[in-house]
């Protein structure tokens, strides 16, 4: 929970209501385990491998409304800016 985020992605329209849930780090062995880990539990992670800075950097992320609300019932957040994020997105279909 601590060290993954929620974000909303524009859609066509730059309205901000595409959930994505991210994780990134150095770490390899972390990022695959917790890949692997997503995968036992029925979510459909994409895990990137990319340079920045110099540094190899792991990036997981979890797409779309279905794994967002998978997440919720599985594993939640409890980072009030996080949930109010979600909270907003639920009432209103949006977040700004």
């Known amino acids: 929970d601590t060290d993954f985020s929620v ?9 901000h209501c ?5 994780l990134f780090t150095n770490n390899e062995v972390i990022s ?4 692997a880990s997503l995968k036992k539990l029925d979510f459909n992670p ?5 340079r920045r800075r110099g540094f190899k950097e792991f990036r997981l992320r979890l797409y779309g409304k ?3 609300n998978n997440w919720m ?9 996080h949930l109010n994020k979600i909270y907003t997105f639920r ?5 700004n």
């Open 32 to 35: 695959n385990f917790l890949y």
């Open 18 to 22: 595409e959930p994505r849930i991210e």
């Open 7 to 15: 974000i909303f992605h524009k859609n066509k329209k730059g309205i």
């Open 91 to 95: 009432k209103f279909g949006y977040v």
């Open 73 to 81: 019932k599985k594993i939640g957040f409890v980072n009030p800016k």
């Open 66 to 68: 279905a794994m967002l």
């Open 46 to 50: 994409t895990l990137e491998k990319a």
